[in-house]
């Protein structure tokens, strides 16, 4: 490797990575707002937190990857270009393709990465965070019962504390309503103090209650009394009643539940999906086809059986025929009705197949959409490159200021175009592959078109260069600073 070469990675590779970190974090954070709701309050442990958070930004890396080396090549080159280096090293007979080779070959290691980690790790990381972020939503809250408050968190219970120690254990003045008899009738029980304190294995809650008394109002029925009530009251010196408190800790769910969603499988998975549901279709249709041709047989056969009641031969002329039609009122009614009944129950059944083929054709084109998209953000890897580094080099530009605008709009613009394609795709207006590669395909002649102006030495976006444009901010601020001072 020349040293040339040694330079231009190490100029582009620290604002790679840097840009790569800080898009990742800025996906993860909006994530975290999403969902803060369901994560906070669950007394999780911070390591499936930590899981959590790990296993959602793998998902990010295939996104993130193509906004790092559209900005990284920006920067870089907009700084070589801003420094004149950039203008030294083609003067040396060095053209602008063999300056980029080095950097082309590492964008293309970050494509292959890129497919790679997308078949490979986030189906992976899909899995595991959905099913962990699943099992803490329906998680319950942490058992937090607080002073002067009716807890209802434990089924069956409400629970009222009138005070607590600074030990966290020893309570006073306790209510406690057992609503577990099933009926709108609760046992009430009362203690003047008590302790609070989970078992060693974290499964019970134990109270243990001191000087108090309980009433237990039921009512029963009987031959009788059609109404009877029984109220129940009673003191006790010391009383120990448990809660089962299981459904608190945090359990995890049976993978294989989720194991099938497109968004856990690779590309050969997918493939066989896809094959898998293209054929439940046709056999679906095939199927209809020739439900639908004996039903119709049935018609036919029920109105030839009509027509042999009138004694005629199956042989003759036109004329013939028209006399074996005529036939009866009674047995125009019968082939009427049988006909009508016939048609509706092929009405339900083709309704029914319209159902059942969109759903299945909406199955297939998410399937589809899935498999396309581990090559598109391939694709993008380059694309974006192939737009950052040339753009760079045109406009002349370093610093993070124009090149970070500059990258945002463009793959916003991307990210825009990309998601109206798969929206479309989803719901059937365009096919699979145009849907997710009409963003590549726009982006492509913009990229090829950058890469002709800035190999011909293009003067095209010059004037962030010209003292014009550095000035034009200065005008248009001093005239508001004047309008000011004028209204003053």
């Known amino acids: ?22 898009v990742v974090f800025i996906f993860l954070m ?19 937190l930590l899981r959590l958070m790990g296993y959602t930004a793998c998902t990010f890396i295939p996104m993130s990857l193509p906004l790092a080396l559209l900005l990284s ?13 950039l203008t030294a090293i083609k003067s040396a007979g060095i053209p602008l393709y063999r300056i980029m080779l080095p950097l082309i070959v590492f964008a293309i290691a970050c494509s292959a990465g890129n497919f790679f980690l997308s078949n490979n790790l986030v189906p992976y990381a899909n899995l595991k965070s959905t099913m962990l972020l699943r099992d803490i939503r329906t998680q319950k809250p942490a058992l937090s019962i607080d002073e002067k408050v009716f807890y209802k968190g434990i089924d069956n219970y409400v629970i009222r504390i009138g005070k607590k120690d600074r030990d966290n254990q020893t309570v006073h003045d306790i209510l406690i309503y057992d609503h577990s008899n099933g009926n709108s009738f609760a046992r009430l029980t009362h203690a003047k103090e008590g302790t609070m304190v989970l078992d060693e294995k974290k499964q019970l809650l134990v109270f243990t209650l001191t000087d108090g008394f309980y009433f237990d109002e039921d009512m029963q029925k009987s031959n009788d009394a059609p109404e009877r009530r029984i109220l129940m009251r009673g003191t ?3 009383q120990t009643i448990r809660f089962d408190i299981s459904s608190f800790q945090f359990s995890r769910s049976d993978e294989d539940v989720f194991k099938t969603n497109y968004t856990a499988l690779n590309v050969r998975q997918l493939g066989k999906f896809i094959d898998s549901i293209r054929n439940d279709i046709r056999e679906s249709r095939q199927s209809v086809g020739k439900n639908m041709a004996q039903q119709f047989g ?9 027509e042999t009641k009138t004694g005629t031969d199956s042989a003759g002329t036109a004329a013939d025929t028209i006399v074996r039609m005529q036939l009866t009122a009674r047995q125009q009614h019968d082939a009427a009705t049988a006909a009508l009944q016939k048609i509706r129950e092929q009405q339900g059944t083709l309704e029914f197949f319209n159902m059942d083929q969109s759903n299945r054709n909406e199955q297939l084109w998410r399937y589809e959409i899935e498999w396309h998209r581990k090559f598109t953000l391939c694709a993008a890897c380059l694309i974006l490159f192939f737009i950052g580094a040339p ?21 916003v613009f991307y990210w825009v175009v990309s998601t109206i394609g798969e929206r479309m795709a989803r719901i059937g207006s365009l096919t699979s592959a145009e849907g997710m590669w009409v963003s590549s395909l726009i982006l492509l002649p913009i990229g090829l078109f950058l890469i002709y102006k800035s190999t011909r030495e293009s003067q095209w976006l010059d004037f962030f260069q010209q003292k014009k444009f550095k000035n034009l901010f200065r005008k248009l601020f001093a005239k508001k600073n004047e309008s000011i001072t004028n209204l003053q």
């Open 298 to 306: 049935v018609i036919r056969t029920v109105t030839m059986e009509n």
């Open 236 to 238: 006790f010196k010391r």
């Open 73 to 85: 090549g920006l920067m870089t080159f907009g700084n070589l270009g801003e420094r004149f280096e």
């Open 391 to 411: 753009l760079g080099s045109i406009i002349r530009k370093g610093g993070i200021g124009i090149p970070l605008t500059i990258s945002i709009l463009i793959f």
């Open 1 to 22: 490797m020349k040293r040339l070469d040694r330079y231009l990675l190490k100029t582009y590779i620290g604002p790679f990575f840097m840009t790569f970190l800080v």
């Open 30 to 48: 909006q994530f975290v707002w999403k969902y803060i709701d369901d994560l906070v309050g669950k007394g999780l442990e911070w390591t499936v």
